[in-house]
């Protein structure tokens, strides 16, 4: 089954560190572009990270750059955010997202839910 | 940034009810506009992709149209299943910003 799989979130302290994990099953991760996209529970959906085919590199939104980074294994199949300097706006359920040929997100994992709270 | 703003926010339609939902963009996106279903719990739905593109396994009810700042979703003959929250998205610059969403409930 072609399918993604998030983990990793939590509850954690403002200021500290978390990694979450996408696990891509039924297709390469490494063939496709990868993003992230976050949603607060009960608010709309806030495009987080990937890579952007206008500028050839992977971009973030303002608010988390410098704090937050995206990588990726290929051996295991699995893309990554580093999140680090975490803030209580952080707060919210992180979907990993594939890319599509034609710049849409075509398949979405169900979420890891993050919590930054002291 | 690019931003895009959905109208209406909200809508209430009968089952069988045409609606159409507008997406707007600051600067043009050219066709690098998708439109998205979210229903509660569960992960966003890619509908449209390409401005008016229809996904594979979407039904044909859904259709989009536009180019350049403005876009539309249409859904002809609501169905049950089609109460949700829709979200336009543009892929054209960075960040890939959102709407702020469209939620279709039942009249």
């Known amino acids: 089954e072609v399918q993604l799989v998030e983990s990793g979130g939590g509850l954690v302290q403002p200021g500290r560190s978390l990694r979450l994990s996408c696990a891509a099953s039924?297709?390469?991760?490494?063939?496709?572009?990868m993003h992230w996209v976050r949603q607060v529970p009960g608010k709309g959906l806030e495009w987080v990270s990937g890579f952007t085919w206008n500028t050839g590199t992977i971009d973030y939104v303002d608010s988390v750059k410098g704090r937050f980074t995206v990588s990726r294994d290929n051996a295991k199949n699995s893309l990554y955010l580093q999140m680090n300097s975490l803030k209580s706006e952080d707060t919210a359920l992180y979907h990993c997202?594939?890319?599509?040929?034609?710049?849409?997100?075509?398949?979405w994992g169900q979420g890891t839910m993050v919590t930054v709270s002291s | 940034d690019i931003q895009m703003t959905q109208s209406p926010s909200s809508l209430s339609a009968s089952i069988g009810d045409r609606v159409t939902i507008t997406c707007r963009s600051s600067?043009?996106?050219?066709?690098?506009l998708n439109w998205y279903q979210q229903k509660p719990g569960i992960a966003p739905r890619l509908l449209i992709y390409?401005?008016?593109s229809l996904q594979s396994g979407v039904p044909s009810r859904f259709s989009g149209n536009g180019s350049g700042t403005d876009f539309t979703l249409t859904i002809t003959s609501l169905q049950p299943e089609d109460f949700a929250t829709y979200y336009c998205?543009?892929?054209?610059?960075?960040?890939?910003?959102f709407g702020q969403g469209t939620k279709l409930e039942i009249k």
């Open positions: 600067q043009t996106t050219r066709t690098y």
């Open positions: 997202a594939r890319r599509s040929d034609s710049y849409a997100f075509d398949l």
């Open positions: 998205q543009q892929s054209y610059g960075s960040p890939h910003t």
């Open positions: 390409s401005a008016s």
């Open positions: 039924g297709f390469t991760l490494g063939d496709y572009a």
